[in-house]
Structure formats: structure tokens, C-alpha cells
């Protein structure tokens, strides 16, 4: 699985964030065609991302493309001109507002045959797909089982909240009024299942208040707190943040390696199932639970 803790969204018709946003320490970049990016500039935009790709010094970063969504005029040719020029410096196409598998299924074929056009290893280039709406979010267990190239499933707060008709303005916030719970607990929690019952990643999207860190920490730390891989981040005062929130404390990850070689010893040294480390009886769905939390741990560098 590839690191997806921070995932920057670069506006590709803006070549100095094309540039700046090389240097930053993001685990994923994705470089926008779709709504950061003007009608007008949508064309200029396709150069100026295969001219990033080629030219730019990605580093170990996941590399991903945001093509237009299905309803415009715009994706196939965002996907033809960016992967026949460049696929091979791509990791993956996000397709945004996905409604049903056939969706990705269209992607799934397209990016074959321009993978055998030119010469690319079939299969090679993964999928996001941004849940959206809630035409999305109903056939989402479809869409999490479309295509062996899905990598993630991404949620997109902004347009799902304009989808559903919630009463706010405010992106990644508690909708006004709302003062009990979390408005946003359903609908990752459904995201989140379908993408662990196919083997996905679980993504969050953008927090549009860039200038509210703590904000950002809140909102991160809420879908962190649930099992989200990662979140966007849209500018680099939001970056330091996810990496921290998306991977586990030293002393839990130090815990979680503590819980696997006392659970290694007593099972497999004094053969005993269910044993206590301190005050804390550990068997073996704590391995299970510690694996998480030590995978996560590594991941992060801990
Ligand atoms: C992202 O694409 C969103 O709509 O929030
Ligand atoms: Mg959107």
C-alpha cells in the first residue's frame, strides 16, 4: 500500500504551485484538472500537468492525476493526452464524483488500451474514486468492487454536502446548528467499510479553512480516530499536520510493538492463548489491532 497520510491538491494550471509543490513533505500530490481549474484553462491545464510529470522531481511520492468527472466533455482526453504523454511517471488517475461502478469500469479500459498503446505494463496504473454525492455513497459497495486498479476510496466533503442539501457553507465543519455529534460519522464510516471489505485505502477530503490548523487537526484527527488512511491537504500549513495525525504516537506504535513480542513469546514460547502484559489482558485480536497500529508506525518512518 502506498503512503497516503497527506495528499496535496496542485491547481494544473498554476505552474509555480506545479513547482512548490514538489518540495513539499506530502506522501501523495495530486495535480487537478478538475475544479481548481477554470473552464477556460482546462486544455492549457493538460499541458502544463504532462509538462509537470515529465519535468518535475517528484521524489517518492504517490503521483496521481484528478481527471474532469464523467458529466463534462472533458475526461477522455484528460486521460488519453495525460497517460499517453506520461503515464509512466503516474501512479494513479483519481475520477471525482463516482456514482456507479460502470464509472470506473470505463477508466479501468481506457487506461488498458492506452497502456498497450503505449507500452506500459497492463494494469499498472491504480484508481481513486472520489465518493461524491449521495447517488455515490448508496452504490458505493459496487464502486469499492469495480476495477482490481482501485486504490482508494475518496471522500469529498464540498460537493457531497452541496449533493445531500446540508445547510452550510463551511467545508469540513460541523454544519451551523449541529451541535450533537458529527455530522460527517455516517458517511465515513460507510466509506470506510466498503473500502475495508475490498482491501482499499480510505481517504478524507479537504478542510477549505486553511488558516484554522487547529481546525484541521480536529477534523483530521476525527477521521484518523476511525481508521482513514489520510486526508488533503491544500496548502503547506495543513501538511505537518495530517502527517502527524495520520500516523500512530511513538508511544503507541512503541505499545503495539510491546503487545506482538509479548503475544509472540507466550503463544509460541509457553504456548498460552489469553495472557496479561501489565494490567492489560492481550490475545489474539490485540495481535490484530497491534499489527495496525505497528504497519501505520513503520509506514510513518516511527
Ligand atoms: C472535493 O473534491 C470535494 O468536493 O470536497
Ligand atoms: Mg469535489
Redesign the pocket.
Known amino acids: 500500500m502506498r503512503a497516503r497520510r497527506s495528499c496535496l491538491a496542485v491547481p494544473g494550471s498554476n505552474p509555480r504551485f506545479l513547482e512548490k509543490a514538489q518540495s513539499l513533505p506530502v506522501d501523495e500530490v495530486f495535480l487537478d484538472l478538475?475544479?481548481s481549474v477554470a473552464p477556460s484553462a482546462k486544455e492549457g491545464a493538460r499541458r502544463s500537468v504532462v509538462a509537470a510529470l515529465k519535468e518535475g522531481d517528484w521524489g517518492g511520492k504517490t503521483v496521481v492525476v484528478?481527471v474532469n468527472d464523467l458529466s463534462t466533455p472533458w475526461t477522455y482526453r484528460d486521460v488519453i493526452e495525460v497517460v499517453e504523454a506520461a503515464g509512466d511517471r503516474l501512479h494513479c488517475v483519481m475520477l471525482?464524483?463516482v456514482e456507479e461502478a460502470a464509472q470506473v469500469r470505463w477508466l479501468d479500459l481506457l487506461l488498458s488500451q492506452i497502456e498497450r498503446t503505449v507500452g506500459l505494463p497492463v494494469g499498472g496504473i491504480g484508481i481513486e474514486a472520489?465518493i461524491?454525492s449521495a447517488r455515490g455513497l448508496v452504490a458505493v459497495d459496487e464502486i469499492a468492487g469495480s476495477s482490481p486498479r482501485l486504490e482508494t476510496l475518496?471522500?469529498?466533503?464540498?460537493?457531497?454536502?452541496?449533493s445531500i442539501g446540508m445547510r452550510t457553507l463551511v467545508?469540513g465543519e460541523q454544519p451551523p446548528g449541529y451541535s450533537e455529534g458529527d455530522a460527517y460519522h455516517y458517511i465515513l464510516m460507510r466509506i470506510l467499510m466498503a473500502a475495508r471489505a475490498r482491501d482499499l485505502q480510505a481517504i478524507d477530503?479537504?478542510y477549505l479553512q486553511i488558516k484554522d490548523i487547529e481546525g484541521f487537526r480536529r477534523a483530521a484527527g476525527r477521521a484518523a480516530a476511525l481508521g482513514f488512511d489520510g486526508k488533503?491537504v491544500l496548502h503547506p500549513g495543513q501538511v505537518a499536520a495530517a502527517n502527524e495525525v495520520f500516523s500512530p504516537s511513538q508511544a503507541d506504535y512503541d505499545h503495539a510493538e510491546l503487545i506482538l513480542d509479548a503475544y509472540e513469546y507466550y503463544t509460541t514460547v509457553e504456548g498460552r492463548g489469553a495472557v496479561m502484559l501489565g494490567d492489560e489482558m492481550i490475545d489474539e485480536a490485540s495481535r490484530k489491532m497491534a499489527l495496525v497500529i505497528s504497519a501505520k508506525g513503520r509506514a510513518a518512518g516511527l
Open positions: 478538475e475544479d484528478r471525482p464524483k472520489q461524491e475518496v471522500f469529498g466533503p464540498a460537493d457531497f454536502m452541496a467545508v477530503g479537504p488533503w
